[in-house]
């Protein structure tokens, strides 16, 4: 059992960057993928980027690349989302999400654990 609790979301005008951090409890942090995801308003849940256990691996959605950098310290328990030159598109309510798998990660199906979410919103 893996419990998410995200933070480090807010308001931010566009360009701008925020940090969205996701805490992780348990011991066995290390073995899983962790995943980014986005649900802006009226509109489905969305894959942003995933990392795996050892951060060897990341994987972005086309629209974020060269401006989300994910990243994970498993000293910590603790994964990251480094984002830039913030639009406001990237409004949304961010999730992150837990999986032992390493298939579908780019796919909700895929992912066994997530957290409540935190806001971000970017204004123009």
């Known amino acids: 059992q893996v419990q998410l609790v995200e933070s480090g979301g807010g308001l931010v005008q566009a360009g701008g960057s925020l940090r969205l951090s996701c805490a992780a409890s348990?011991?066995?942090?290390?073995?899983?993928?962790m995943g980014w995801f986005r649900q802006a308003p009226g509109k489905e849940r969305e894959f942003v980027a995933f990392?795996?256990?050892?951060?060897?691996?990341?994987y972005y959605t086309d629209s974020v690349k060269g401006r989300f950098t994910i990243s994970r310290d498993n000293a910590k328990n603790t994964v990251y989302l480094q984002m830039n030159s913030l639009k406001p598109e990237d409004t949304a309510v961010y999730y992150c999400?837990?999986?032992?798998?390493?298939?579908?990660?780019?796919?909700?199906?895929?992912?066994?654990?997530w957290g409540q979410g935190t806001q971000v919103t970017v204004s123009s």
């Open positions: 990392i795996n256990w050892s951060g060897g691996r990341t």
């Open positions: 348990g011991r066995t942090f290390s073995s899983y993928t």
């Open positions: 999400a837990a999986t032992l798998s390493i298939a579908a990660v780019t796919t909700m199906e895929g992912y066994d654990y």
